[in-house]
């Protein structure tokens, strides 16, 4: 079955770059996009970005010069990296299936921003 | 950017009551409009997707409705397990998520 789950450091100093990692099972990457959504701690959902099946990527115009994500078809992976953090970036980051729908999601990994 | 306007932000109802959440856009979404469901501490769930399609295994209680600007998430039959934050995001241009609507259980 499908499923989705993102991996990375709990805890990025202020300034520093965040990596994570989403690792797929069950869907290809060729053939399904893959997404990333955060949510700070007790607030809304912010769409980050999107990989497509075709290898293409569009991201929120809001940090999209702080963001790249990119991946690795043959590990399954699609990996986010995000520089210059600042406190406001603590939040669960998750991946999700499919550009515009996110019809299957990762359990999600907290990132807290902090010296 | 389209901005999401969910209203009422908190909503308390009774079991088997009739709930209706609304989701407004700042400028019409052609009817790309999604609802999903986070409980607390879960990852959200899909349950409504481009208006009113429901997602595979979501209970018919669920439905969604909406044209233009104007979007509603109707619950028929409130139970239990209902309780959760139920976000709208909008797919017409730039993703964008609205603020969600709490539903408690009176």
């Known amino acids: 079955q499908v499923q989705l789950k993102e991996s990375g450091p709990g805890l990025v100093q202020p300034s520093q770059t965040l990596s994570l990692t989403c690792t797929v099972s069950?869907?290809?990457?060729?053939?399904?996009?893959v997404s990333w959504i955060r949510q700070p701690p007790g607030k809304g959902l912010e769409w980050m970005g999107v990989?497509?099946?075709?290898?293409?990527?569009d991201y929120n115009s809001a940090i999209k010069s702080r963001l790249s994500i990119s991946r690795d078809t043959s590990k399954s992976q699609v990996f986010l990296k995000m520089n210059s953090l600042q406190t406001e970036d603590t939040a669960m980051y998750f991946c999700?299936?499919?550009?515009?729908?996110?019809?299957?999601w990762g359990q999600g990994v907290m990132v807290t921003v902090s010296s | 950017d389209i901005q999401m306007t969910q209203s009422p932000s908190v909503l308390s109802a009774s079991v088997g009551d009739r709930v209706t959440l609304n989701c407004k856009a700042s400028?019409?979404?052609?009817?790309?409009l999604n609802w999903y469901q986070q409980k607390l501490g879960e990852a959200p769930k899909l349950l409504i997707y481009?208006?009113?399609n429901l997602q595979t295994g979501i209970p018919s209680r669920f439905s969604g409705s909406g044209s233009g600007t104007d979007y509603t998430l109707t619950i028929s039959s409130l139970q239990p397990e209902d309780v959760a934050t139920y976000f709208c995001f909008q797919h017409n241009s730039w993703p964008t998520f609205g603020s969600g609507t709490k539903l408690e259980i009176k």
């Open positions: 400028q019409n979404i052609n009817k790309y």
């Open positions: 990989i497509w099946s075709n290898g293409g990527t």
């Open positions: 069950g869907l290809s990457l060729t053939s399904n996009s």
């Open positions: 481009n208006t009113n």
């Open positions: 999700a299936r499919r550009g515009n729908l996110f019809d299957y």
